[in-house]
Structures are given as C-alpha cells and as structure tokens.
C-alpha cells in the first residue's frame, strides 16, 4: 500500500509540473499583465470625496504596488496644498475686508 500511495503521489506531482510549465511543447506561462486602478483619479479636474471613496487599487502578491500608491498620495497631497493655499489667500481677503469695513465705519462717523 505504502509503494501504491508514493508513485500515485509521483504521478500526480509529475502532472501538475507538466501542466504549469505548459507540457512537451516547451511554452512557459506567459507573465500576467500589470493590473491598473480601476477608478484612476481625474487629471481634468479636482478630486472630490467621490473619487476617493471609489478608487480602488489593484493588489499584488505583497500587498498595494507601491508606484500606484505613491501616485496617488502625490496627487492628493498636491491639491490639498492648492487648497490650504487658495483657503489662506480667501482668509486673508476676508479679513482685510472686515478690517477695511471696520475702518470705513470709524468712530467719527
């Protein structure tokens, strides 16, 4: 039984081996394509909570790839400079503003 159960192990080990490295003919499985994201952000205008939440990245055998991860934390960073940015220069106006109405209504009038 023991001789029985080691070459039906052989066979089956043997068969397994043909079929990934694709039989007699000598072909090799061919190299996976590189998955993209599936919902990439937009390039023709900001990104919104939406876009976020729909972004899905494609796995790898380790986890994310660290290229698409990269990309996408760039340009996240990036406009959220642009918006830190663009809500300091509307603060500014605004109390310029305010500073210029407090002025326009000084104590003598």
């Known amino acids: 039984m023991f001789w029985f159960l080691l070459i ?3 066979v089956v080990v043997a068969a397994v081996t043909l079929a990934v490295i694709g039989g007699s003919d000598g072909a090799v499985l ?10 990439p952000l937009p390039a023709a205008r900001p990104v919104g909570r939406a876009d976020i939440e729909a972004l899905r990245l494609p796995m790898v055998v380790r986890g994310y790839r660290m290229s698409d991860v990269d990309d996408v934390l760039g340009r996240l960073g990036a406009e959220l400079a642009e918006r830190d940015a663009r809500i ?7 109390a310029g503003a ?8 000084g104590p003598g009038r």
Not at 30 to 39: G, K, M, Q, T, W
Not at 88 to 94: S, V
């Open 8 to 10: 039906a192990m052989v």
């Open 30 to 39: 061919s190299d996976a394509s590189p998955e993209l994201p599936v919902d």
């Open 88 to 94: 300091a220069e509307l603060e500014a106006a605004l």
């Open 98 to 105: 305010r500073a210029a109405a407090v002025n326009d209504e």
